[in-house]
T-cell receptor
Framework: GAVVSQHPSWVICKSGTSVKIECRSL??????MFWYRQFPKQSLMLMAT?????????EQGVEKDKFLINHASLTLSTLTVTSAHPEDSSFYIC??????????????FGDGTRLSIL | RKEVEQDPGPFNVPEGATVAFNCTYS??????FFWYRQDCRKEPKLLMS???SGNEDGRFTAQLNRASQYISLLIRDSKLSDSATYLC??????????FGGGTRLMVKP
């Protein structure tokens, strides 16, 4: 069954709106979560690493004031796309690390959020 | 140069065919590797880990050559349901994953 839940799965909104995406770890505590973005026909690109109780680590070229990440609890990280514009339309996917003892893979992915800005 | 490189394809093959995908990586410190499968508009799902000794899971065989920094995936007896994008992934320090651009496979009747 799913170990990471992401919500919402699809968002359509007007330009200038801020959109919040939630990523929850189910039945385990995730001190580290990751946020990726995927444009059509391209691969997943890491945007930032979300650390519980501390500031997120952003990849080069990702604006931290535009993509606000909050990881206030061990089971929830949120990504807020502030004042979204059409060029922010993309597929956003979160993942969470599980201890290797409990998993055959280093990260488990949420279902993704398809964001469309009109 | 991208850290993980793949031929984007698409590979168009008939049902029952054998198809092979290749992947090269540039970070010799990468700890381990995986093949993920991604269907259109869905999240990536783990297909299999890749070991130097080679590993097989049913119709799928993966191989890692650390000396050449090369990874392969072989799919035998292709099914229509194998149509997807296959992502080569390197696992690095800090539990970070680096994804290749993906290889698109289309299996036709």
């Amino acid at each position: 069954g799913a170990v990471v839940s992401q919500h919402p799965s699809w968002v359509i909104c007007k330009s200038g709106t801020s959109v919040k995406i939630e990523c929850r770890s189910l039945d385990f505590q995730a001190t580290t979560m990751f946020w990726y973005r995927q444009f059509p026909k391209q691969s997943l690109m890491l945007m930032a690493t979300s650390n519980e109780g501390s500031k997120a680590t952003y990849e080069q070229g990702v604006e931290k004031d535009k993509f606000l990440i909050n990881h206030a609890s061990l089971t929830l990280s949120t990504l807020t796309v502030t004042s979204a514009h059409p060029e922010d339309s993309s597929f956003y996917i979160c993942s969470a690390s599980l201890p290797q003892l409990f998993s055959n893979q280093p990260q488990h992915f949420g279902d993704g959020t398809r964001l469309s800005i009109l | 140069r991208k850290e993980v490189e793949q031929d984007p394809g698409p590979f168009n093959v008939p049902e029952g065919a054998t198809v092979a995908f290749n992947c090269t990586y540039s970070n010799s410190a990468s700890q381990s590797f995986f093949w993920y499968r991604q269907d259109c508009r869905k999240e990536p799902k783990l297909l299999m880990s890749v070991y130097s000794s080679g590993n097989e899971d049913g119709r799928f065989t993966a191989q890692l050559n650390r000396a050449s920094q090369y990874i392969s995936l072989l799919i035998r007896d292709s099914k229509l349901s194998d149509s997807a994008t296959y992502l080569c992934v390197a696992h690095n320090a800090g539990n970070m994953l680096t994804f290749g651009g993906g290889t698109r496979l289309m299996v036709k009747p």
